[in-house]
């Protein structure tokens, strides 16, 4: 399974959330999945990639021209596609992926798990779609994603679609449960 991986270009305030994401890239590598993240060496993205890669996982990028010079394309992962934009990066990583994860992160990460939510909700693609709520991050983003569906902003069905866990390996099991039960 390819599992995209959303996460920034920054550690965080403390190191807990380059170690969550360290932790992740060595989860996905032991279970013999394949990394498909943003690209970045730096940040939570570059502890992800070189766990992966330390384990023996294989590490698929994928970064806009603008970023590869400014987040530092990581020259040392299994594949790097460098395309023209963040739609155009955002569009390669769906086609790429089986299931997405979305650690601990800022504005972009938000962007991109978003986007895949839409996307799901929409129909464009049937992939599941997991937070890695480690320290409880995304609880208050869970209980926002309540409320919207309390209010009738947000259909269950997207809402019960979203997967959270505190671990990488039952979330990842969950995915892949998912995943299975999709494919005829």
Known sequence: MRICVFCGARHGRDDVYA?????????????GD????GGGRVGMMGALADAALAYGGTVIGVIPQALAGEEVAHQ?????HVV??????KALLTELSDAFVALPGGIGTM???FEALTWRQLGIHDKPVGLLNADGYYDPLLSMLDRMTEQQLLP???RSGIVAEHDISTLLDKLLEECARRRP
Request: without cysteine.
């Open 156 to 158: 269950a069905p997207t």
């Open 34 to 37: 394949d990394v498909v993240y």
């Open 84 to 89: 023209a934009s963040m739609h155009a990066r």
């Open 76 to 80: 040392g992962i299994t594949e790097l």
């Open 111 to 113: 962007d991109e798990l």
């Open 19 to 31: 170690s969550v994401a360290a932790k992740a890239g060595r989860a996905i590598a032991e279970r």
